[in-house]
């Protein structure tokens, strides 16, 4: 028995933060091994007394990981708007390990933190507003920063630049001294084919037979 107890040592305590009590430091030997929200802590077993076992250590040491994702995760949200993908590959550029980072945004999905078709509807209008953008342009953009395509298709078809914008662009343009050639190549960028774009730059009054 004495052997079995140093190779698996009781829980010394779970001591909890005086910031926050429902996070606790798992104490082992004298010394902390693992910091993770109370409630993960007691649902794998982590219970003063308990034996820590190289099984629990490592699911607390998993879960504590993922925690400290979490928790980065969420100072990345509360700076800006994230894709699930994106913000995933984020943790894992800071440091965070692949699994724990997953996890992480798992749990944010699960609890309503992220939410990838609010991110794609707001994204899409953000890159609209600085210029209208064809639907395919718009759809690639998304999926490029993590949405899924049904997602990115949806969002896309909502703030697609239409072809009352594409004159009216092209109008203001005409207006600033800016030639046809280099509106066109601005339109083709963003995504619009030849006719729309030919269609718009003669509404805007711009000669194409010079």
Known sequence: ??????????????????????VVDVRVGGRTVATL??????????????????????RVSAAAAEALAREAALAFLARRAWSAALLAARLVRAGHDERAAAGAVAALLADGWLDDRAYAQARAGQLSRRGAMAAEALEHALVEE?????????????EAGTAEDLAREAKAA???????????????????????????LERAGYDLEA
Do not use: C, Y
């Open 37 to 58: 929200p109370r409630a993960r802590a007691e649902t794998m077993g982590a219970a003063e007394g308990a034996a820590w076992t190289p099984a629990l250590a490592a």
């Open 174 to 200: 005409r207006r600033a001294g800016q030639g046809a050639a280099r509106v066109a190549g601005r339109f083709a960028r963003r995504g619009f084919d030849a006719d729309s774009i030919r269609s718009a």
């Open 1 to 22: 028995m004495a052997t079995r107890s140093r190779r698996n040592p009781p829980i010394d305590a779970l001591r909890a933060h005086a910031d926050d009590p429902n």
């Open 146 to 158: 993590g949405v899924a395509e049904r997602v990115a298709r949806a969002a896309a078809k909502g």
